[in-house]
Structures are given as C-alpha cells and as structure tokens.
C-alpha cells in the first residue's frame, strides 16, 4: 500500500517538523544575574578609641557649659575628661579647667524656721523648677551663678504644703551664703504667746535749776563782809587824815591804835567778803538739781545744808546775825 507508507512518511515527516519548530518557536530561559555580595560588617572601634573619644566629647562640652554659666554641667564633664583613662594632654587641659570651675563655682546654706523660731529640717527645695534638696543639712551646697526663681516647700502630716517662693541672684565665687528662709504659718505664734509689751520708764519730772540756799546765804555773808570792809576803811582812812592834820608826829597813842584797828577790820572784811563771793559762786555753779540739798535745822543750833560736794554749816549769832562755814569733800 505506497500510498498509505508515503502518508505515514509524510505525516512523520511533518511531525518531526512540527516538534522541531516548537522546539525552535518556544522561548529560552534567561540568564540568571548574579547576586550582589553581603556587605562586610565594619570594624568596631577599639575601647581605647571610645575612651579617647569620650574625652574628648567631655572637654569639647564641658568649655562650652562652662561658657554658658552652667558650671555644674561643665564641673561634671571636666570630671570625666581629667580621669587618667584620658591620654595626658587631654587630663592636663581638663584638670585646670576643673579647679577654675571649682574657684568660680558658688555654694549657698539654706536654713529654715517655723513662727516659733525654730529649724526646720523637711524642707523640699527646687531651683528654676528642678528639684535640688531634699532636705535641709546645714551644709554648703553648690549652686550655679545667676538668678534662680527657689521655691521651698514644708509638709507636716496632714497640713501643707506650705510654700514659700523667693527670687535670688548667687554672684561667682560666693562661697556660703546662707539663705534664711521664714515659714511664719507653721507652728504660727498666736497673740497669747507673744511677749507683753514691757512699759517704758516715764520720764523724770523736768525741774527748774534753782540755785542752792547755801549760795545765797554764803553770797549775802560776802557782800555784808565787803560793806564792812567799806565801812571801816573809809572810816580809818579818814580818821588818819585827821590825826595826821593835827597832832602828827605827837598823836595821842589810843587814837593811833584805833586808827590801825579800822584798817584791820576792814582787811579781814575784805578777806571774808572775797572768800564768801568765791564760795557761793562755786555752790551756784556746782550745784545739781537732780540732788536737791538736805537742810537740817533746830531751834537755836547750827544748820547744816548737805549737797553734792559736801555741806554747808549756817550756825546763829547771838546778835541776830548768821555765821556760814563750808566743807567739801574730794
């Protein structure tokens, strides 16, 4: 049967063509690209270099804190850059710039009392709102320069807070300054408590200086001795005249003596009179008002006027008159 062979061969024939082409027509795969390779982790730093790092970030930021009036920040990094971890430049730098800070950096001594004048010891105190003390201790405590709003606070069981907020200015290298905070509403002080009013004194009475009685009677005596002494010296003077007129060089001896007695006289008046002006002038001027003198008397006796340097003796004549004598004491 050649037909039905060259059929077959045919029909093989284009079967083979046929898978051929589709083998031919079908698409190729791509090639695959070739992934890009992990990076390679870098090397970590060695802990020599972070401290070195470290060191210098701190001294970096302590001169600028330091700069800025923040002088416990700086104070704190200048700590940490002059450990001796730090290479030696790096901790010779750190180092005086940490006593500068140290010199310039403040401290206050906070303290507080209640209305009875007594410490206070649970006071909770912040500064430019973050908190700073916990409690008072008495003790220096660093603060930086500048004005800072403090605020103070005090509870007491179930009473408080009581608060009390003051504005300061600390200045550089103020060392100690005691801040003496008052919490008069605690243990307040009523009326009752407070001490009683103590009266003043009243003032003396004013009294008027007056001059002592013993002045004007020792100043009468001196001015009755200087009319005596008046008296009896112009009376001897003129009897000399006389007795020298009209019997000179052979005057009677008696009328001679009384000549020389009137001049006698009238020399211890003058005497007396001095003395007495002298000695109430002395009593008018020593006297004293606020001793008033002391005069005792009796009948037909002496009277003695005590004053303050001494006292004056008034004794009675017989003939209405009066005899001063005055003692002191030194």
């Excluded at 660093?142 to 003051?166: A, K, L, N, T, W």
Aim: charged fraction near 20%; aromatic fraction near 6%; hydrophobic fraction near 35%.
């Amino acid at each position: 049967m050649p037909v039905t062979y060259m059929h077959w061969r045919v029909s093989g024939a284009l079967l083979v063509l046929g898978w051929s082409s589709a083998l031919h027509a079908a698409p190729k795969p791509a090639p695959s690209k070739p992934q890009p390779a992990a990076p390679k982790p870098a090397p970590s730093k060695s802990e020599a270099q972070i401290i070195k790092d470290k060191c210098i970030a701190d001294a970096d930021e302590g001169q600028s804190l330091r700069d800025g009036g923040k002088l416990l920040d700086a104070r704190t990094r200048f700590v940490g850059c002059a450990s001796s971890t730090c290479p030696g430049v790096v901790t010779k730098e750190c180092s005086a710039w940490l006593a500068d800070v140290e010199e310039r950096l403040p401290t206050v001594v906070i303290t507080a009392r209640d209305g009875h004048d007594i410490d206070l010891v649970d006071v909770r105190v912040s500064v430019d709102g973050q908190p700073f003390l916990d409690k008072l201790t008495g003790t220096q405590v660093p603060i930086d320069p500048g004005p800072h709003d403090m605020r103070f606070e005090y509870s007491r069981g179930g009473e408080g807070p009581f608060v009390v907020d003051e504005k300061v200015v600390i200045s550089e290298r103020q060392k100690g300054r005691v801040l003496q905070v008052p919490f008069p509403n605690v243990n307040p002080r009523t009326e009752a408590m407070l001490p009683s009013p103590v009266p003043e004194p009243a003032p003396p009475p004013k009294t008027t200086r007056s001059a002592p009685v013993a002045a004007y009677v020792v100043g009468g005596a001196g001015l009755l001795a200087l009319g005596s002494f008046a008296f009896f010296g112009i009376k001897g003077r003129s009897d000399y005249n006389d007795l020298k007129d009209t019997c000179e060089p052979n005057c009677n001896k008696s009328d001679a003596d009384a000549v020389k007695t009137k001049f006698l006289v009238a020399d211890i008046s003058l005497g007396v009179g001095v003395a007495a002006l002298g000695v109430a002038t002395y009593l008018f001027l020593t006297h004293r008002s606020d001793e008033a003198p002391r005069v005792t008397t009796s009948q037909g006796r002496p009277h003695l006027i005590q004053h303050a340097l001494g006292h004056t003796v008034v004794t009675p004549t017989r003939g209405g008159g009066w005899l001063a004598g005055y003692e002191t004491r030194f």
